[in-house]
């Protein structure tokens, strides 16, 4: 419980001093920091593939990683949209008045960079390594999380999200997205021969490949990491073609599989595919796997 208090305070300190500065400081000496949130998260990315990298030769199996990884997102992510259709049920279809336009291309590219940061990192490190030269002067990982965790508490105030706003079925929908998602961990750790506590453990991620990664990684090793980070950047991919594909039908469904990604990379997919009035619940759903998913990850690795 100690070790447990121990990991989660800073998380919460930084997220709460986010917070706290976004509500003292004028917002046009802070709407400016939250801009770099972008490239910080391309940094975080990359160091996150340089930390796997220096351990990559050490690696027996990076394709079965993949895989692994691959079908924990499939799984899962299918597992909530299938849960959450059949409790929320099928919406009437937005008009086009009330949704927004968006490039797919623009999406495309942003999951690419992604990827690309993450691959920077990894041929960079390994090369270094090959030929002998020092690769261990790269801050940590977890240096740049909690610099992100601030950003977002700042970013979090600029919210127009009112709790007063929704209804009391959208408000426990993050609790039963988690219940669902876990289950759905459990289930596929099942199939693919994992333990019970691996299954939790790739499940609770909900999409923010950034601080899974980072946080897995930092806490029990770099294979563990490297497997979380790809669930999650995995899920996120998948998340896109369900709102695309079932958002027009089942807005509460495709925004679940969302998760985190829902208040920001997402988010432009929501009001285009679910529509305007959905925008709000995929804020809100964003914010609170924000809040719940640093807490929930720290808790799993707390069983390891």
């Not at 988010?267 to 796997?289: D, E, H, M, S, V």
Request: with cysteine; proline share 4%.
């Amino acid at each position: 419980m100690i070790n447990l208090i121990q990991t989660i305070s800073p998380l919460f300190l930084a997220i709460a001093l986010g917070i706290f500065v976004g509500r003292t400081v004028p917002s046009k000496y802070t709407k400016s920091a939250v801009l770099k949130l972008g490239i910080l998260v391309w940094i975080l990315l990359f160091t996150i593939g340089w930390e796997f990298g220096l351990v990559y030769e050490r690696l027996s199996n990076p394709r079965d990683i993949l895989i692994t990884a691959f079908l924990l997102a499939l799984s899962i992510t299918v597992c909530i949209a299938i849960v959450m259709a059949i409790i929320y049920k099928q919406k009437p279809s937005q008009s086009k008045d009330n949704r927004e336009d968006i490039k797919l291309s623009h999406i495309i590219l942003e999951v690419l960079l992604a990827l690309a940061s993450v691959a920077a990192g990894l041929v960079i490190s390994i090369a270094l390594v090959t030929n002998d030269i020092p690769a261990q002067w790269m801050p940590q990982p977890m240096v740049f999380l909690y610099i992100m965790l601030f950003l977002i508490g700042i970013d979090i105030t600029f919210s127009p999200l009112k709790i007063r706003q929704l209804k009391p079925r959208i408000l426990w929908m993050p609790i039963t997205i988690t219940a669902i998602g876990l289950m759905g961990g459990l289930l596929t750790a099942l199939l693919l021969g994992l333990s019970w506590k691996d299954g939790l453990l790739y499940a609770s991620g909900f999409g923010w490949f950034s601080l899974s990664g980072t946080m897995v990684a930092g806490q029990i090793g770099q294979i563990y990491g490297a497997t979380m980070l790809l669930t999650d950047l995995f899920r996120e991919i998948l998340s896109i073609f369900f709102i695309f594909f079932i958002g027009h039908r089942y807005p509460d469904s495709a925004i679940a599989t969302a998760g985190g990604t829902a208040m920001d990379t997402t988010l432009p997919i929501i009001r285009k595919t679910c529509g305007l009035n959905y925008t709000l619940q995929g804020l809100y759903i964003g914010i609170a796997f924000t809040l719940i998913t640093p807490f929930l990850l720290t808790a799993i690795l707390s069983l390891y």
